[in-house]
């Protein structure tokens, strides 16, 4: 489920430090590489050399990457035909919690993820333990305040969250709308909040829209309190073939998210709407980053080097996402009309919960979110 033109911004996080984890050592099996000890490119003899490297281990392995998120599928597609490599898509429908644990599970395997896909609040804490140092050849073009000084995690797109819904529905026109009878048992949470970081910005979205705060999500928790109890909200992980089906008419995710969604239904003569309070645009970054353990070391830094050029870039704004080096694209001219029409040409800033304020957040929702609505 992906955007529509409301993606127009990047969204300021800050890089603070993460809550403390058992370190991990690198397998014999990655530290065999010499990519496995790789900071940057032009340790690898430069971009070509990379891909020689990668075109040797012959494989990359990816994790919680559905096709239908941000244009995964295209930048999957011209990865794999750009560097002749297979690409193995691991849980494609998990959440950022998902991949670590899949991580720790599956390391010393041949299976284990060489690059992550992970949301802020989850990525960071593991900041220490779980990945490796890695600075793209574009590393200068990232602002300083949104990254890792080591490029252990690097942000790499944003969207802004929403509420997508079948517009034959009608309108939505306030969050409170959603108490209506005509919404009863189709309206679902883009993930766990306690594990997904789409789930977790849809109620400081709605936290804000009722009078919270990033440091008060509790607004959000009785927001959907209250939908669960008018038998709106349903405790279902939302997917392409739950909206299709029609059992999630109603779906808090990012406008990226939406976008997928709107491009489907106006295929078979549908409307996909989205809703986004006033005064309440939440944003947040994804990051990417190579696995400390990485089986094809070379394959997940060559990885984040295409995900993080303009290629890549031009591939997030088509799907509705804002890669994270926009304003440089914008600038040098290198973002493409096909990614302009979609997310515009603009670079202005939308809000994000920092760090602190997301794990404040994650602490109240361990504690209260299940008592409120449930589990899946």
């Not at 403390?20 to 340790?43: C, D």
């Not at 306690?194 to 109620?203: P, R």
């Amino acid at each position: 489920m992906k955007l529509n033109k409301l993606t127009r911004s990047a969204v300021v996080l800050s890089v603070a430090a993460a809550l403390a984890v058992p370190t991990f050592a690198v397998t014999s099996a990655s530290a065999a590489s010499k990519a496995s000890t790789w900071t940057s490119a032009k340790q690898a003899g430069g971009l070509k050399g990379l891909a020689a490297a990668c075109k040797k281990e012959g494989q990359l392995n990816i994790i919680a990457t559905p096709r239908d998120w941000a244009n995964y599928g295209e930048i999957i597609d011209n990865f794999k035909k750009k560097y002749k490599v297979k690409i193995d898509s691991n849980i494609p429908d998990g959440s950022s919690q998902d991949e670590i644990d899949t991580a720790n599970k599956l390391k010393g395997t041949k299976r284990s993820p060489d690059v992550f896909d992970l949301g802020t609040a989850v990525g960071y804490k593991y900041i220490d333990t779980h990945y490796s140092p890695y600075k793209v050849i574009n590393w200068a073009q990232i602002p300083t305040s949104l990254k890792d000084p080591q490029g252990r995690l690097t942000p790499n797109y944003t969207g802004v969250m929403t509420v997508g819904y079948d517009g034959a529905l009608g309108t939505i026109t306030k969050l409170d709308d959603l108490l209506d009878p005509k919404f009863k048992g189709v309206v679902a949470l883009n993930g766990d909040p306690t594990k997904a970081s789409a789930g977790l910005n849809g109620l400081f979205m709605s936290s804000i829209a009722n009078g919270g705060s990033f440091d008060d999500i509790s607004k959000g928790v009785d927001f959907f309190k209250k939908l669960k109890a008018a038998g709106s909200f349903i405790n279902v992980d939302p997917t392409p073939a739950t909206i299709e089906s029609g059992q999630t008419r109603v779906v808090f995710d990012w406008t990226y998210n939406a976008k997928s969604v709107i491009d489907k239904f106006k295929a078979v003569g549908k409307t996909w709407k989205t809703f986004t309070p006033a005064n309440a645009a939440v944003g947040s970054f994804y990051n990417v980053g190579v696995s400390a353990w990485a089986p094809h070391p070379a394959c997940g830094r060559l990885w984040m080097e295409y995900v993080l050029s303009a290629e890549g870039g031009n591939s997030w704004g088509k799907g509705g996402a804002s890669p994270v080096l926009w304003p440089w694209m914008i600038k040098n001219k290198t973002a493409s009309a096909d990614a302009i029409a979609v997310i515009g040409s603009g670079t202005a800033v939308a809000k994000g919960a920092s760090l602190e304020q997301q794990a404040a957040a994650n602490a109240y929702l361990t504690a209260n979110w299940a008592a409120a609505v449930g589990t899946r």
